[in-house]
């Protein structure tokens, strides 16, 4: 059994940082790449962010320049560091994570989701 566990969310103003973060844990034997995605109310999941196993990352053209992705691999942990919030970054945030299990098997998990509430 595999859970991915978010942290980090909050209300904030227009203009802060918030730093979101994803433990992995149970049976994982290893873990390939690992993503942030957002929903907002009515509207659909998008992708924010994703980290490959080497470090390599590919970041949403709506948050470039102000979010940040990066993985601690020893902890199992992918982060999503966001800054110069803006009141559309508004979502429910998941994190999610193409893991192998030690029975070999290999899925994508989600986490539950953490909101992010950016507004005056």
Same mark, same amino acid.
């Given at each position: 059994?595999?859970?991915?566990?978010?942290?980090?969310?909050?209300?904030?103003?227009?203009?802060?940082?918030?730093?979101?973060?994803?433990?992995?844990?149970?049976?994982i034997?290893?873990?390939?790449?690992?993503?942030?995605?957002?929903?907002?109310?009515?509207?659909?999941?998008?992708?924010?962010?994703?980290?490959?196993?080497?470090?390599?990352t590919? !970041?949403? $053209?709506?948050?470039?320049? @102000?979010? %940040?992705?990066?993985?601690?691999?020893?902890?199992? *942990? =992918?982060?999503?560091?966001?800054?110069s919030?803006?009141?559309?970054?508004?979502?429910?945030?998941?994190c999610?994570?193409? !893991?192998? $299990?030690?029975?070999?098997? @290999?899925? %994508?998990?989600?986490?539950?989701?953490?909101?992010? *509430? =950016?507004?005056?």
């Amino acid at each position: 059994q595999v859970q991915l566990v978010e942290s980090g969310g909050g209300l904030v103003q227009p203009g802060e940082s918030l730093r979101l973060s994803c433990l992995a844990s149970g049976s994982i034997f290893s873990i390939n790449d690992m993503g942030w995605y957002r929903q907002a109310p009515g509207k659909q999941r998008e992708l924010v962010a994703y980290i490959t196993s080497g470090g390599s990352t590919n !970041i949403a $053209e709506s948050v470039k320049g @102000r979010f %940040t992705i990066f993985r601690d691999n020893a902890k199992d *942990t =992918v982060y999503l560091q966001m800054n110069s919030l803006k009141p559309e970054d508004t979502a429910a945030y998941f994190c999610n994570a193409d !893991i192998i $299990e030690y029975t070999g098997w @290999r899925r %994508t998990y989600w986490g539950q989701g953490t909101q992010v *509430t =950016v507004s005056s």
